[in-house]
């Protein structure tokens, strides 16, 4: 039997362990820093940059891996993975703050990626007013019933609600514009009769149905396919100064089930994501939130792989939604929503725990009381 006891301390306000332990007070705040590590993955840095970042971090007894052949000059750039404590890697960015090649452009990135942002989820309603969505196909298809379920996911505790007039679960097919619309208006014509003040989204893949809802007061477009099925989604929304959901997706959904394929999910749909960002800045589009788009276009091995490694998402520097409720990452194929919504709180968990800023959810009561507890 072993005479000593040991135990990995993970996942804790590390402040609080060392205050158990009887760490001196006086200095526990600046000695947190040092028990607090991090590996940060930074991209196309220059055979010099990528030299003196790793030589800095290695004066500071921490380290940073780079490509094998930064030093035989064979390739002109190299990802890298600077990994040590707090305190070490803001020591590294204030030296890296009077070397030459811009390296203190990213001594200034280093330290805004470092500060602690908290973070606190918020719940986006989801009001399908289709007959064929996946999990409540036709159940808000009448107006009357839209209208009484809007207000009802608001009294839940809404913090917003997503309003969809086409149903984009695995296989199915596109609804024109025209039809969209058509169902559109009797819900956003009740909205703004009864003044409803909370934020409304249109999830809509089409630049017309966009054109619609925004000249009736609506400020934020929810586009599954990240600007993939409509080219003019973003000038659409630029010209009418709104706010963009932008979800990854591989394919349409017709499709985009047929045994998708990533070598890394994490690593290609956090790129992916940057990229249409940097597209709709470029456009001057200013509210942005990211959606790595559980179940669009991924296998469940890799959706769960995404959910475990959502923080990495918020180096994008834009809140991020996630959307699971009711999905077929449940593993429930009968139609029992009730049993999916208990499982969906319990994957929604752990996101809540890590501050992801949206949930996109059928069942608010639920999630808002899941909030509450935590």
């Given at each position: 039997?072993?005479?000593?006891?040991?135990?990995?301390?993970?996942?804790?306000?590390?402040?609080?362990e060392?205050?158990?332990?009887?760490?001196?007070?006086?200095?526990?705040?600046?000695?947190?820093?040092?028990?607090?590590?991090?590996n940060?993955k930074?991209?196309?840095?220059?055979?010099?940059?990528?030299?003196?970042?790793?030589?800095?971090a290695?004066?500071?007894?921490?380290?940073?891996?780079?490509?094998?052949?930064?030093?035989?000059?064979?390739?002109?750039?190299?990802?890298?993975?600077?990994?040590?404590?707090?305190?070490?890697?803001?020591?590294?960015?204030?030296?890296?703050?009077?070397?030459?090649?811009?390296?203190?452009?990213?001594?200034?990135?280093?330290?805004?990626?470092?500060?602690?942002?908290?973070?606190?989820?918020?719940l986006?309603?989801?009001?399908?007013?289709?007959?064929?969505?996946?999990?409540?196909?036709?159940?808000?298809?009448?107006?009357?019933?839209?209208?009484?379920?809007?207000?009802?996911l608001?009294?839940?505790?809404?913090?917003?609600?997503?309003?969809?007039?086409?149903?984009?679960?695995?296989?199915?097919?596109?609804?024109?514009?025209?039809v969209?619309?058509e169902?559109?208006?009797?819900?956003?014509?009740?909205?703004?009769?009864?003044n409803?003040?909370?934020?409304?989204?249109?999830?809509?893949?089409?630049?017309?149905?966009?054109?619609f809802?925004?000249?009736?007061?609506?400020?934020?477009?929810?586009?599954?396919?990240?600007?993939?099925?409509d080219?003019?989604?973003p000038?659409?929304?630029?010209?009418?100064?709104?706010?963009?959901?932008?979800?990854?997706?591989?394919?349409?959904?017709?499709?985009?089930?047929?045994?998708?394929?990533?070598?890394?999910?994490?690593?290609?749909?956090?790129?992916?994501?940057?990229?249409?960002?940097?597209?709709?800045?470029?456009?001057?589009?200013?509210?942005i939130?990211a959606?790595?788009g559980?179940?669009?276009?991924?296998?469940?091995?890799?959706?769960?792989?995404?959910?475990?490694?959502?923080?990495?998402?918020?180096?994008?520097?834009?809140?991020?939604?996630?959307?699971v409720?009711?999905?077929?990452?449940?593993?429930?194929?009968?139609?029992?929503?009730?049993?999916?919504?208990?499982?969906?709180?319990?994957?929604?968990?752990?996101?809540?725990?890590?501050?992801?800023?949206?949930?996109?959810?059928?069942?608010?009561?639920?999630?808002?009381?899941?909030?509450?507890?935590?």
């Amino acid at each position: 039997m072993s005479s000593f006891l040991l135990k990995e301390v993970s996942g804790v306000d590390i402040t609080e362990e060392l205050e158990q332990i009887g760490f001196d007070r006086c200095y526990i705040n600046q000695a947190s820093d040092k028990f607090r590590y991090k590996n940060i993955k930074i991209y196309n840095l220059s055979l010099p940059q990528a030299n003196i970042l790793k030589q800095t971090a290695l004066v500071f007894g921490a380290d940073c891996a780079v490509n094998r052949d930064v030093i035989t000059g064979n390739i002109e750039k190299s990802d890298v993975i600077l990994c040590g404590s707090c305190s070490q890697l803001k020591k590294i960015a204030q030296k890296l703050k009077n070397q030459p090649f811009k390296l203190k452009s990213l001594a200034d990135e280093i330290c805004e990626f470092l500060e602690e942002k908290e973070r606190k989820t918020k719940l986006a309603g989801i009001l399908n007013i289709t007959p064929d969505s996946f999990s409540d196909g036709g159940q808000y298809f009448n107006p009357e019933n839209a209208q009484r379920h809007l207000i009802s996911l608001i009294e839940d505790g809404a913090d917003m609600i997503d309003i969809g007039a086409e149903s984009t679960r695995p296989y199915s097919q596109p609804v024109s514009p025209e039809v969209q619309i058509e169902r559109l208006k009797p819900i956003l014509d009740f909205v703004q009769k009864e003044n409803v003040r909370i934020p409304i989204s249109i999830d809509t893949r089409s630049s017309a149905v966009a054109e619609f809802v925004l000249n009736k007061g609506v400020f934020l477009i929810n586009d599954v396919s990240g600007f993939d099925y409509d080219s003019q989604m973003p000038d659409i929304i630029s010209r009418y100064n709104a706010g963009v959901i932008i979800q990854h997706s591989k394919g349409s959904p017709d499709i985009m089930q047929n045994r998708p394929v990533y070598k890394n999910v994490v690593e290609e749909v956090f790129l992916e994501l940057k990229r249409k960002i940097n597209l709709a800045e470029e456009k001057g589009i200013k509210h942005i939130i990211a959606d790595p788009g559980i179940g669009f276009g991924k296998s469940s091995e890799d959706n769960f792989k995404i959910l475990d490694r959502i923080e990495e998402f918020y180096a994008l520097n834009y809140p991020i939604m996630v959307g699971v409720s009711r999905k077929s990452i449940l593993g429930i194929k009968n139609n029992d929503n009730a049993l999916k919504d208990s499982l969906s709180a319990a994957i929604s968990y752990p996101l809540i725990q890590k501050g992801v800023d949206f949930l996109r959810v059928h069942n608010i009561g639920l999630h808002r009381k899941l909030i509450s507890v935590i």
